[in-house]
């Protein structure tokens, strides 16, 4: 990629109140920065051309036909879908975590990013919302206003009850029927292995499935120096803590959390990929694009 697009920056897109301009402001910024079209490759059926009208996107303008007709016509492509692509959001309590930028409010605009590339590429995209059970659910449809709601679901997302991800991943693994791209966005704060166990059902599914795992940077480094009261953000459970006394023993158990969801991950070919909220965009976005084209 070159150069860095300002707009990528999580705290300064924080500061937009419109998520629709947040996310063409990141996925147009992101594509100009790239080498080449992440597109290559992607399929839409041409069908036929019909009249321009005022608002149809000028790209779509045949030149050539215009060269012959001296009018202007666009192609027309099936209303197919190329896939059908499910993001799951988790709003459980722990996501609301961040000094900056909370680790829900980052998956939000990340979850409209990947919505507005979806539906550029006239794939179907759907989202549910989840913490101890599904919130929203609006099925994948490539269709414009469903988008639209895309967008109003993820802009009214808050942070609600504690978290139980295993089971509630099994049962959204059940509602979905077809073979499509699952999108996950959380902190998988809970107990790992019930979270594998029910990620792996939807690969035994033949569910395509991409993990972003996103941290805020304090859960990495416990930066914390004097006494304080630490609150459980899900359950209110509240413990007076020398964050000096237990800074090793805590790093420590955070890296083998970590590591012990990648090396699970990988071992059950699910695409992971741990995000720190003080990261832009543009890094989740290419690896998400990376493995999009993968699975053409």
């Known amino acids: 990629m070159k150069g860095k697009i300002k707009y990528l920056d999580p705290e300064i897109l924080a500061r937009l109140s419109n998520l629709d301009l947040k996310a063409r402001l990141v996925v147009e910024g992101f594509l100009t920065g790239l080498h080449h079209s992440p597109y290559k490759g992607f399929s839409q059926e041409f069908t036929d051309y019909r009249p321009y009208i005022p608002g149809d996107e000028i790209k779509l303008i045949d030149w050539k036909v215009y060269g012959r007709h001296?009018?202007?016509?666009?192609?027309?492509?099936?209303?197919?879908?190329?896939?059908?692509?499910?993001?799951?959001?988790?709003k459980s309590g722990s996501m609301g975590y961040g000094r900056k930028i909370t680790k829900l409010e980052y998956a939000k605009f990340l979850a409209a990013c990947l919505a507005y590339l979806l539906f550029k590429q006239r794939d179907g995209v759907g989202i549910m919302t989840f913490d101890t059970g599904i919130r929203q659910f609006i099925p994948p449809s490539a269709k414009k206003y469903n988008f639209t709601r895309i967008l109003e679901v993820i802009e009214e997302v808050r942070t609600g009850n504690e978290t139980e991800l295993g089971r509630v991943l099994f049962e959204l693994g059940q509602k979905i029927k077809r073979r499509a791209l699952v999108i996950l966005l959380s902190d998988l704060f809970d107990d790992p292995l019930r979270v594998v166990r029910s990620l792996k059902s939807f690969r035994a599914k033949k569910h395509e499935m991409i993990v972003f795992q996103i941290i805020d940077p304090d859960e990495y480094t416990?930066?914390?120096?004097?006494?304080?009261?630490?609150?459980?953000?899900?359950?209110?459970?509240?413990?007076?803590?020398e964050p000096r006394a237990i800074r090793n023993s805590y790093q420590k158990k955070f890296r083998e959390f970590l590591n012990y969801y990648q090396q699970k991950m990988l071992e059950a070919h699910i695409d992971y990929e741990l995000i720190n909220t003080s990261e832009d965009y543009d890094r989740a976005l290419f690896f998400f694009l990376q493995k999009r084209q993968r699975l053409l």
């Open 70 to 90: 001296d009018r202007f016509y666009v192609k027309e492509y099936q209303e197919e879908t190329n896939l059908r692509a499910y993001i799951l959001l988790d």
């Open 222 to 241: 416990f930066p914390f120096v004097e006494a304080a009261l630490f609150q459980d953000m899900e359950n209110n459970d509240q413990l007076i803590v």
